[in-house]
């Protein structure tokens, strides 16, 4: 059983322009997880991904499982379009081969001639998959995800969410995502923590995801939608 | 004076190529502008150099350095926008130099006098632009990737800090060989217009940034050629070869 676990999150505190964002968190992730992280906005969950990264000073305990490879989706990437920046150029940043990307562009859907095409021509959802492929160079095996866009056909069939269910059956990924959307928390996810600064719920979706942590998280308003296909 | 333009020439295309080669990056970091301000403030610095005989590139560097970190250490007490501190710092600069400056030695301060670059001023701005390039070429992957996104950067092991401190560093340099050739005035149309027209006429990368390194090369011999051959000082003629290059490549735009 120790052996699985892949993230240990004791205690964590992470203070930015002084003011607590995140307090007191403690959550594990195993091995083959897909743990969402559900909150309102401001709520710290892009803070949280960025702390479990190493990119914020922070109090407390962040344990990977040593020798563990991370790949990283961003929310959103501005200023592409300044530059002509073809795909495989920006897959060249990561030091990938022509056959590396090629491949992996491959399993994300995309067919050889998408190489040439310039970054900044693509749609928000094919930008979105090939983040994804680009996070998946150097076979991670963890993926962190910042809010992957929701609603988005990316290919005509299948969703983003479909994709990722995809790759991690492929490679035998463990996720980390934030979302907004409830039912992609509810069909995806193993594991839910539910954060607004501090945690409000932990735990299979089915299980803590009540209407009071809900109210708790999102505030009064919620309108809850309780799901039944799941 | 064949040998004087042969000088004038060697030292243009070098200075013009690196300076073009640094712009594709400025061009994606959207920075392009500050270079503007940064010869601006260089101004001081020229006048010493005019006023006491030494070169203006070496007067230059250290005011170049010191907006730098003006602009920088604003910033963190500010929050202001950076091209709004700038404006504020340049400004000051052009307006402490108009109160020394002798009124005659101004229109080298303004635009420059590459035509009358010596042996040595030449040998060493050739080394320096190399020296640039080779720095440049190190780090421009990860400066690319930087402007794309610093988090993306972050998680690739980057440390944006020192490779924004280098980046910092190369265009404090470039700015202060820039004046020389073209003036204070002038010198961001040197980094940001070859990266531009290039822009409008590339497809990938790596096209953009040869690109932007000839044009700027091209310009600068065109421009000192030009200069040769008219009344008129080398400096202005360099960005205006530029410009023309610039609507050129709006015909071509890809």
Redesign the interface.
């Given at each position: 059983m120790e052996n699985d676990f892949i993230l240990k999150v004791e205690n964590l505190w992470v203070r930015l322009d002084n003011q607590n964002i995140i307090e007191n968190l403690s959550f594990q992730v195993k091995k083959g997880d897909v743990v969402t992280i559900l909150g309102p906005n401001g709520a710290g969950k892009t803070v949280l991904l960025?702390a479990l990264?190493?990119?914020l000073p922070y109090k407390g305990e962040i344990k990977w499982k040593s020798g563990i490879k991370?790949g990283?989706v961003?929310q959103r990437?501005?200023?592409?379009k300044?530059?002509?920046?073809?795909v495989?150029?920006f897959f060249?940043?990561?030091?990938s081969s022509e056959k590396e990307t090629k491949e992996i562009l491959d399993s994300v859907g995309f067919k050889e001639d998408f190489l040439?095409k310039?970054i900044g021509d693509l749609s928000s959802g094919q930008f979105q998959r090939i983040l994804i492929a680009w996070a998946l160079i150097r076979n991670p095996q963890v993926l962190l995800f910042d809010e992957p866009t929701t609603g988005i056909d990316i290919s005509g069939e299948e969703t983003v969410y479909n994709l990722l269910a995809r790759l991690k059956q492929e490679r035998d990924l463990t996720m980390l995502l934030i979302t907004h959307d409830l039912s992609v928390v509810y069909k995806f996810s193993t594991d839910v923590i539910c954060l607004n600064k501090h945690l409000i719920c932990y735990g299979p979706p089915q299980e803590v995801l009540t209407l009071e942590s809900l109210r708790e998280l999102f505030g009064e308003e919620v309108k809850y939608y309780q799901h039944k296909h799941y | 004076m064949g040998n004087q333009l042969l000088l004038s020439l060697t030292a243009g295309i070098f200075i013009g190529g690196v300076a073009g080669y640094l712009g594709s990056l400025m061009l994606s970091k959207r920075m392009a502008l500050v270079a503007g301000p940064l010869g601006h403030l260089t101004l001081p610095g020229i006048a010493l150099a005019l006023l006491y005989d030494f070169n203006v590139s070496l007067g230059a560097f250290p005011f170049v350095i010191l907006g730098i970190v003006l602009i920088w250490l604003f910033e963190i007490r500010t929050k202001l926008p950076i091209e709004a501190l700038t404006a504020i710092v340049f400004a000051s600069g052009v307006a402490i130099t108009f109160l020394f400056l002798p009124i005659e030695q101004a229109e080298t301060a303004l635009v420059g006098d590459i035509s009358r670059v010596t042996f040595w001023e030449t040998v060493i701005s050739v080394i320096v632009a190399l020296f640039l390039f080779l720095v440049l070429k190190k780090i421009y992957s990860e400066m690319v990737l930087i402007n794309i996104s610093e988090d993306l950067a972050k998680s690739e092991g980057i440390s944006v800090k020192k490779y924004n401190l280098v980046y910092l560093v190369l265009i404090a340099i470039i700015v202060a060989l820039g004046v020389k050739m073209v003036g204070g005035l002038l010198t961001a149309a040197l980094v940001a217009i070859p990266a531009s027209a290039a822009r409008n006429i590339s497809g990938k990368l790596a096209h953009y940034t040869f690109g932007a390194m000839i044009i700027g090369a091209v310009s600068s011999s065109l421009g000192i050629l030009l200069a040769e051959l008219s009344e008129f000082p080398a400096g202005p003629l360099i960005i205006l070869v530029n410009a023309l290059i610039f609507l050129i490549s709006i015909i071509f735009k890809r």
């Open positions: 960025k990264l190493g990119f991370i990283y961003p990437l501005p200023f592409i300044d530059i002509p920046l073809s495989n150029d060249k940043l990561k030091k040439k310039k | -």
